[in-house]
């Protein structure tokens, strides 16, 4: 099991960027995939990004891809989402995520046992 925790959510204006860290903690957490979801008002929650252990490998959805980018530092035990020219409809609680099977990349929520408490991000108009 691991034990993530989110940080650096925030409220923001449209076409800002922000940065979000996802500690983990435990010694297997380089074997670990890892995502990113999210959950606006209203909404069911959405894959957003995954990256393999080794961080060679990612994956992102339609909606984010080319403005959001995440990576990991394993050494940090830190997996990070990397935001750009964000929208309005970006607002939504993000979510870090965790999965035991490192080498491939997971956009199904069920593929991971392992949730974050999850962290704002407010983008303003």
């Known amino acids: 099991q691991v034990q993530l925790v989110e940080s650096g959510g925030g409220l923001v204006q449209a076409g800002d960027s922000l940065r979000l860290s996802c500690a983990a903690s435990?010694?297997?957490?380089?074997?670990?995939?890892m995502g990113w979801f999210r959950q606006a008002p209203g909404k069911e929650r959405e894959f957003v990004a995954a990256?393999?252990?080794?961080?060679?490998?990612?994956n992102y959805a339609d909606s984010v891809k080319g403005r959001f980018t995440i990576s990991r530092d394993n050494a940090k035990n830190t997996v990070y989402l990397q935001m750009k020219t964000l929208k309005p409809e970006d607002t939504a609680v993000y979510y870090c995520a965790a999965a035991a099977d490192g080498s491939s990349l997971h956009r199904k929520s069920d593929d991971y046992p392992d949730w974050g408490q999850g962290t704002q991000v407010t983008v303003s108009s």
């Open positions: 435990g010694r297997t957490f380089n074997s670990y995939g």
């Open positions: 990256i393999t252990w080794s961080g060679v490998s990612t």
